[in-house]
Structures are given as C-alpha cells and as structure tokens.
C-alpha cells in the first residue's frame, strides 16, 4: 500500500533536511515523498537536489503559497494514502507505520497523530484548548483549528469527496478543509505523539499573517452553503457573529471603517 507524502516549502533550508529524512527513514517504505518548493531563494533547492532517493520528488513554482504548493503535491500523488508533513516540522520512526494500522484496523479514512511541541528550541506544553480530539467534532472546530497538517494521514476517497485546499484563503486553510472534512468524515486520533511540532521561529504563517480571524469567517461564510443540520447551522451561526463581532471592533478601534462595513455586509448582520 503506497503512502504519498507532500511537504510545501518556502525558504526554510535550515528545516528541510530534518523533515525529508524523517520521511525517507520511516519504518513503513512503500511511500512516495514530493517535495514542492514554493518559489524558495535560500539554499533549499540545492540541499533537496542532492538527494538520490528514488521515493523522492522535488518540484519548484514560483511562490503561491502553502494551499498552492499542497495542492499541486496532492494532484501528483499516486498514493492510497496521503499525508502532509510542514517543512519545519518532522515526524518519529514509526509514524505511518502505527497510524496507517491503526486506520486499517478501525476503518478510518482520516486520523491525526498527537504531537510534540517545541518552541525556540524547548519542549513546551500546549494550551488545553489546543489539546487534539478525535471523532466528528465539528462545533468544536468552528472556534479554532484542531487538526495539524503534520499530524494527519486520510484516504485518496476522503480527498475525492472534500477537495483540496482553498487556495483563495491566505490563511486558515487547514481550519476550512478540516471543517469540510468533519461534515462528511470522522477525524480518529491516534492516542501517541509522532510528530515534532516546532514552532517560535519568525517565518511561521500564524506569525505573518496579521488577523486570522478574517480567513476563518471566510470560511464560515462559505459553509453557508452547505447542508447543515440544524444543530450545526445554529453553531456556526453563533461562531459566526462572535468572529465577525470581534473582527469589526477590532477594525473600528484602527479607523479602518469600511473594512467593518464590508464584513458586517458580508455576515448579513446589523
């Protein structure tokens, strides 16, 4: 059973490595890794050039973004499963081994590991409202995002039926294909930490990208369009006009009037 890895990058050379091998040396080997480098002008492309394993694909685009670059992996992949690895992250020997029978096992068509978190070079323990659940967990995802792209491992169905990435969004992509994914599928946990979280460096997304709150109500707006039972309605509605809430008070207090407008004209509120 071949396993297809896509890890996005953009300019993270003193990452990269790390994050290859950790796949290449997994202890399950029919797997496939592509590599897209997002338009990178550090030294990423000749450190990933060098490598002659024949599981491994690098790809260069100009820059696009992270949604772009995961796309055009997941659309290469010839994988029955398919799993995202984040450049500065890295995983533990066993990784796919341990997640993909714990899938087979249970008939999952996504899981997501439990994670290690490192922040400027220390081991660091998340907030409890970070802490990762497993199951149909949808209410609870609309607040934040639940699920770590480094974390997860789903089937070539579960991506036929929910999509790619919204390549639209500058942020909170996974928050929206995660949300999608939990209205057709349940996310399982695999109870054990795999996965090596790094985080505290300057060139992390969340750190760039000023007001996330913008691309979450984004996609909540779109999940307008969905069939939602009336219970999730109503949790996404109330979610909805919190964000919107909190975002156009933030807008007001920056003088940014029309901004606020927009959104509150796009929710559909007073």
């Known amino acids: 059973m071949l396993v297809s890895v896509i890890i996005p990058t953009f300019n993270r050379a003193q990452f990269i490595e790390q994050a290859v091998n950790s796949v290449l040396n997994q202890t399950w080997q029919n797997l496939e890794l592509i590599v897209v480098d997002d338009g990178s002008n550090d ?160 060139d992390q997304l969340s750190g760039k990208i000023i007001g996330q709150d913008l691309y979450r109500i984004y996609s909540l707006l779109k999940l307008r369009s969905a069939s939602l039972d009336k219970n999730k309605n109503n949790a996404l509605e109330r979610v909805l006009e919190k964000k919107v809430s909190i975002y156009v008070s933030g807008c007001l207090k920056r003088g940014k009037s029309e901004e606020a407008q927009r959104i509150k004209e796009l929710w559909g509120g007073d």
Request: hydrophobic share 40%; net charge positive.
């Open 43 to 202: 030294q990423t492309r000749r450190l990933l050039e060098k490598i002659k394993d024949k599981r491994f694909h690098y790809f260069y685009q100009e820059n696009k973004g992270v949604s772009s670059a995961r796309n055009f992996g997941l659309k290469r992949a010839r994988g029955d499963f398919l799993a995202l690895l984040d450049s500065d992250d890295y995983w533990l020997p066993e990784k796919l081994s341990l997640q993909l029978k714990f899938m087979l096992e249970g008939g999952f068509h996504i899981s997501q590991t439990q994670e290690i978190w490192i922040r400027r070079g220390r081991r660091v323990n998340p907030m409890a409202r970070h802490t990762q659940p497993g199951g149909w967990f949808f209410e609870k995802s609309l607040h934040l995002c639940l699920v770590s792209p480094s974390c997860v491992l789903f089937s070539r169905k579960l991506m036929e039926k929910v999509g790619f990435f919204d390549e639209n969004l500058l942020a909170c992509e996974d928050y929206d294909l995660w949300l999608r994914t939990l209205l057709r599928f349940p996310i399982a946990l695999v109870p054990y930490p795999l996965v090596i979280r790094r985080g505290g460096h300057p």
